[in-house]
């Protein structure tokens, strides 16, 4: 093959590897584009191509993360990934794990490693890769990879998230909560959360989002219950989509502009937790992004018509 059919035959590889190390998207893209550069300038062909690729995104990825964690400390507000639709690695013997690797919660416990802990988890766990090729890919000895491992699993272990296996269970809780969410249902919406439930916005300062979190289905039920419906009246509208691999959905303002991304978190039969990603510089690459102080403010408006 050529250089560009070996590349594009392992995009999605890369795309997913850095992606995971990153939880940005464009930042992804990016990484994955300076490796085809890297690998394009090379005047030798490596041994294996794979490797060398998996390699240079991973070094590039980590070296982001880096700089990245500077940006983070001074963000506004709750910080999450960009939210992700479709996850273009596809793995059949390993769907479960791809999906819950890729899931909000899991992006956010890889938050608590250091950036090489973390691509040393990833390469192994998430994607199997053995310790000679992980040494190469973070220039350290296969002994300090097994150490950076073993660190990593400890640091995850007590905080691991753990989904329902069964992907058509947790799609028709989905189903059940977004219809009742329509509807302005609270105590429909009440049922489907978990008692401990918690909503979570991330705005970064740009858009519209809570004060704090929203703790408790009653108190997150009667929210929702009361926004919803009102949305709806101003035709914003909601599309179920999963999102990083799990139930969500895309919100959606008159022009079809992308309002907001619902992620759900679903375990043993009740919605643990709805972050909602607000903030336009983590939309962009859904497509257009709507103006959301604009539809708060008609929000606001046709409550107060309405009383």
């Keep these: 093959m050529s250089k560009v059919e070996e590349f594009e035959e392992l995009r999605p590889l890369l795309f997913s590897i850095a992606y995971r190390i990153l939880g940005s998207v464009s930042e992804a893209e990016d990484a994955v584009q300076e490796t085809w550069l890297r690998f394009d300038g090379s005047s030798t062909r490596p041994t294996s191509t794979k490797a060398f690729l998996?390699?240079?995104?991973?070094?590039?990825?980590?070296?982001?993360l880096r700089s990245a964690?500077?940006?983070?400390?001074?963000?506004?507000g709750p910080w999450f990934p960009e939210p992700l639709l479709s996850d273009p690695y596809q793995d059949p013997a390993r769907s479960v794990e791809l999906a819950d690797s890729v899931s909000m919660a899991a992006l956010l416990l890889l938050e608590r490693?250091?950036?090489?802990?973390?691509?040393?988890f990833l390469l192994r766990e998430v994607f199997a890769f053995d310790f000679q090729d992980?040494?190469?890919?973070?220039?350290?000895?296969?002994?300090a990879c097994r150490?950076?491992?073993?660190?990593?699993?400890?640091?995850?272990?007590?905080?691991?998230?753990?989904?329902?296996?069964?992907?058509?269970?947790?799609?028709?809780?989905?189903?059940?909560?977004?219809?009742?969410?329509?509807?302005?249902d609270v105590g429909g919406l009440q049922d489907l959360l978990a008692a401990d439930v918690q909503l979570v916005g991330d705005g970064g300062g740009k858009a519209p989002n809570f004060a704090r979190s929203i703790v408790g289905a009653e108190n997150v039920a009667r929210l929702l219950g009361a926004v919803f419906p009102v949305l709806l009246?101003?035709?914003?509208?909601?599309?179920?989509?999963e999102v990083n691999g799990q139930p969500g959905a895309l919100f959606r303002d008159r022009d079809g502009r992308i309002l907001q991304v619902f992620?759900?978190?679903?375990?043993?039969?009740?919605?643990?937790?709805?972050?909602?990603?607000?903030?336009?510089?983590?939309?962009g690459h859904l497509g257009p992004v709507a103006d959301a102080w604009a539809v708060t403010r008609e929000l606001?408006?046709?409550?107060r018509r309405a009383r």
């Design 54 to 64: 998996s390699a240079t995104v991973t070094r590039l990825s980590i070296d982001v």
């Design 300 to 303: 606001q408006q046709t409550r």
């Design 233 to 241: 009246e101003i035709d914003v509208t909601c599309e179920p989509h």
């Design 69 to 76: 964690r500077v940006r983070r400390e001074e963000y506004v």
């Design 263 to 283: 992620a759900l978190d679903v375990l043993d039969g009740r919605i643990q937790s709805i972050r909602t990603v607000l903030n336009p510089d983590k939309l």
């Design 134 to 143: 992980i040494a190469e890919a973070v220039d350290r000895s296969e002994a």
């Design 113 to 120: 490693l250091s950036p090489l802990e973390r691509a040393v």
């Design 147 to 184: 150490q950076l491992l073993v660190r990593a699993r400890r640091h995850m272990h007590d905080g691991r998230p753990r989904f329902a296996a069964d992907r058509q269970e947790r799609q028709e809780l989905a189903t059940r909560f977004f219809d009742a969410l329509k509807n302005g």
